[in-house]
């Protein structure tokens, strides 16, 4: 395939702007053409970084046009699992942030879908696999001298947010991220779970101010995920693991060690974009070098839906105060 892929860019927020601006400057081999956005002066500032791309006003328009090649989705949650379906119908390959879905039924649908495609178009926007942080802790894993995981702990901070969040939204919005984690650097499938939160305020019982999630893993190893709705002192992602003869995490971050007024210490990111600045040029790299050998290869809509699954049984666990199985669909043979 030698001219570039043309990609079209649904939502041009943090997210989508991100993207758009990476594949314009840090992607050979691709070229931003069409952006969306309900926000037309967001589109149309985005489309201006992006070398002159075309802004349309419709994100169904978009995956139909002819001039688009591949998508990428980065409007909010509600709009994914519509959006995914028309790019499997459209047969365009799609980059879609997670989570796939804000219900198991609609991933369920966008899974069947892919399915019977029989071909894999959909990647999730899953970026920690490619944070250098965490393939580091792979690498270690995978090396063997640890042994096998035992217990996987996961740490996520956010700055804050205006208002609080509900439990449902930091589960699905931002744990499905740790679930994800949690699923590929142990190399196992989650089995149960059991849920507890601290509301935000004590008269919202749904708000949630931290959220800790138990894992239980099928092969036998525990695992725990903590989400820090508001810091309060910026944005961290960490993972520890214990391991049969040994531990490992993601280590210190490589931001300097500063001493000024008094004071020793290191930054820490004030948000995702910061924190996994690389990661997210890398899977953009990966991704159009993978569709332009033949198809993706980065996290599936299998993972997507198996990490919403694990959200479900982290939002029933909430309701109930009991630790709940995972209830899944068949894994389709399109996912190995
Ligand atoms: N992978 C990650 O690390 C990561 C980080 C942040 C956000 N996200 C995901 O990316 C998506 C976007 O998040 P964000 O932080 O950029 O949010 P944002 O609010 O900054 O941007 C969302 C944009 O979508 C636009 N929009 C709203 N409804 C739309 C629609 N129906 N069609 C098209 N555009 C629409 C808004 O005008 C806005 O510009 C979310 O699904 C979020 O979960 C992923």
């Known amino acids: 395939m030698g001219s570039a892929l043309r990609i079209g860019v649904i939502g041009a927020g943090g997210m989508g702007g991100r993207h758009a601006r990476n594949l314009t400057t840090h992607v050979p081999g691709a070229q931003v053409s069409l952006i969306m956005d309900l926000d037309q002066a967001r589109a149309d500032a985005t489309a201006a ?47 879609c942030e997670k989570p796939l879905a804000t219900s198991l039924a609609d991933a369920e649908r966008v899974v069947r879908a892919e399915a019977e495609l029989g071909r894999r178009l959909i990647q999730l926007g899953f970026m920690r696999v490619y944070d250098p942080a965490h393939r580091a802790l792979q690498a270690a894993l995978t090396e063997g001298r640890l042994g096998r995981p035992l217990l996987f702990r996961g740490l996520h901070t956010n700055l804050a947010t205006g208002h609080p969040r509900s439990a449902a ?25 059991q849920a507890q939160h601290v509301p935000a305020r004590p008269d919202q019982p749904d708000s949630c101010r931290l959220l800790l999630v138990q894992l239980r893993f099928a092969g036998g190893a525990l695992g725990s995920v903590e989400v820090n709705a508001a810091s309060g002192y910026g944005y961290e992602v960490e993972v520890a693991l214990t391991c049969e003869h ?24 004030p948000d995702w974009l910061v924190r996994f600045e ?16 033949g198809q993706a290869h980065g996290p599936s809509a299998w993972d997507g839906y198996i990490s919403l699954a694990i959200a479900e049984a982290a939002r029933h666990s909430l309701a109930s105060g009991q630790p709940t199985g995972i209830t899944a669909m068949a894994r389709p043979a399109l996912y190995g």
């Not at 070398?51 to 001039?67: F, N, S, V, W, Y």
């Not at 990661?279 to 050998?293: G, H, T």
Request: hydrophobic letters at 45%; proline letters at 7%; one cysteine or more.
């Open 278 to 293: 690389q990661a997210y040029v890398l899977e953009l790299q990966d991704w159009i070098r993978s569709l332009r050998a």
């Open 49 to 95: 970084a992006c070398g002159g791309a075309r802004t349309c006003a419709d994100g169904q328009a978009l995956i139909r046009d002819p001039e688009v090649d591949a998508v990428v989705i980065a409007s909010p949650d509600p709009t994914h699992a519509e959006l995914a379906l028309a790019c499997l119908a459209a047969g365009k390959p799609v980059l």
């Open 169 to 193: 939204d930091v589960i699905i919005n931002s744990a499905v991220h740790d679930f994800h984690s949690a699923r590929w650097l142990m190399a196992d499938e989650v089995a149960s779970v």
């Open 246 to 269: 040994g531990m490992a995490s993601t280590g210190p971050q490589p931001e300097p060690w500063l001493r000024s007024a008094g004071q020793q210490g290191q930054a820490v990111p």
